[in-house]
């Protein structure tokens, strides 16, 4: 049996992580194999990026990297899915062109070379969850976990974030669903979409 890969993307904050945890349960509890994964990993170029080990490099450099880091997953995910499992991704190739494209330092990559570079190290998802938020609420979702700020994490850079994935959930067919509510209308509306796979 070949299983599902499903993607959960959307601005700092919105509460992919959680929703990933929760969908999980939930699946895991009808004695599904589930496996939950994150972008950037946290291996190998993943750990590196995470690291800041690269330096301040450009947005087209740092792209790259997390294309290369998207590469070595992805054929994880690959045989996760070919053995039957339901893997639940938190960010895929659309992090890349969300953020890559937005203006952080008066840098913007454009939109067309960076789904070209995504073209042949991704994996079509089953599907692809935009959970949707204001910046101005999300980043008080972040301040809140008493996390540091990053340096993607202010408020004009993720508006062009948000922006640009609500254009790619029209281009590619994501499920954009309204995370600005509570948390159990947001998993109602996701296993929703998840429902209809599993
Ligand atoms: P994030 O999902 O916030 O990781 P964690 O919650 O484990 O810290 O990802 C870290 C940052 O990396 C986030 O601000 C978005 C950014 N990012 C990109 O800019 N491009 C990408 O391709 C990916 C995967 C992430």
Known sequence: MSGVFVVFEGIDGVGKSTVCRSVADVLRARG?????????????IGAFIRSGGAGPVSQRTEALLFVADRNDHTERIVREVGSGR???CDRYF???VAYQSAKLDGDATDTDWLIEINSDFVRRPDATILLDMDPRDSLGRVGSRGEEVSKFENLGFLEQVRDNF????ERFGFHVIDA????EDVLRDVMAVIEGLV
Do not use: K, N, Q, Y
Request: charged share 20%; glycine share 8%.
């Open 166 to 169: 609500l254009r790619l959930a």
């Open 94 to 96: 659309a992090s890349t």
């Open 32 to 44: 599904i194999d589930v496996t939950v994964t994150a972008e950037p990993t946290h291996e190998g």
């Open 180 to 183: 600005s509510r509570g948390r």
């Open 86 to 88: 339901v893997v639940l």
